[in-house]
C-alpha cells in the first residue's frame, strides 16, 4: 500500500526519527500557532501555548493511532492547550483584545471571517454608523466574552473551515453536538455584539435578523 509523504514521515517519526520528527513540527507550527492565537487573542500568550503544544505532540507522537487525521489529532491538542490556558488566566481577566493583535504584521483574517458571517446573517441595514476598526475593536472583544467551547468551534468552523466531523473528532464530541453549539455559539456572539454596541451608544446596529443566527450551517 502506498504511503503519502506525510505518512511515511509520520512513520519514521514514531519510530524515534527526530529528523522526521522535526519536520512535522516545521510544516505545521504555523498554523498551530494560528489556532492558538485565535483561542487566546495575544501573540505572546499564543506563542508561549504553541510552545507547550509542540512539546505535547513530541511526546505523544509515538503513541500517535491514526484514528483521527494527524492536523485533527495536532489541533486538538492546540484546542486543549487554549483552553486550559484561557481558564488559568480567568482569573486575572482583564484583557484588552484591541492590545491582543497589537499593530503589527500576522496572521489577523479572524475578525474579517467572523465579520463576514455576521454580515452573512443579518437583514441589510444600515452599517455607516461604525468604522470598521470600531466594529472590529468590538467583535475582538466579544469573541473574548465568548465561553472557551463557544469560541473553539466558532475558530474551527467560521475561520479554519473544517467540516462538521473534523470538529467533532478535534473537540471529541458528536457531530450533532457541533451543530447545536456552533448554533449556539453564533447567537451568543450576536448577542455579545449587540451588547457592546449598545453600551456604546450604537445599539441595534447589528441587531437585524438575529433568529437566523444558525442559518450558516
Given amino acids: 500500500m502506498s504511503h503519502t509523504p506525510e505518512q511515511a514521515m509520520l512513520a519514521k517519526a514514531k519510530r524515534g526519527d527526530q529528523q522526521a520528527l522535526g519536520e512535522l513540527l516545521v510544516a505545521y507550527q504555523d498554523r498551530l500557532y494560528n489556532v492558538c492565537l485565535r483561542m487566546v487573542s495575544n501573540r505572546d500568550d499564543a506563542a508561549e501555548v504553541c510552545q507547550d503544544v509542540l512539546v505535547k505532540i513530541i511526546q505523544g507522537i509515538g503513541k500517535f493511532r491514526g484514528e483521527s487525521g494527524l492536523a485533527t489529532w495536532m489541533t486538538r491538542i492546540a484546542m486543549n492547550q487554549s483552553i486550559s490556558h484561557l481558564r488559568r488566566r480567568r482569573v486575572r481577566r482583564t484583557v484588552s483584545i484591541d492590545q491582543s493583535y497589537g499593530s503589527d504584521n500576522g496572521p489577523d483574517d479572524q475578525a474579517t471571517a467572523l465579520r463576514h458571517q455576521i ?31 463557544f469560541r473553539a468551534v466558532l475558530v474551527l468552523r467560521d475561520i479554519e473551515q473544517q467540516d462538521y466531523a473534523s470538529i467533532g473528532q478535534t473537540l471529541d464530541v458528536p457531530v450533532g453536538t457541533v451543530k447545536s453549539r456552533l448554533f449556539r455559539a453564533r447567537l451568543a456572539l450576536r448577542n455579545e455584539m449587540d451588547r457592546l454596541c449598545s453600551v456604546s451608544g450604537m445599539s441595534g446596529e447589528i441587531s437585524g435578523g438575529t433568529g437566523s443566527a444558525g442559518g450558516g450551517q
Fill in 119 to 149: 454580515q452573512d446573517q443579518r437583514e441589510p441595514g444600515p452599517e455607516q454608523c461604525v468604522q470598521d476598526s470600531e466594529m472590529l475593536e468590538r467583535l475582538h472583544q466579544a469573541m473574548a466574552n465568548l465561553d472557551d467551547d
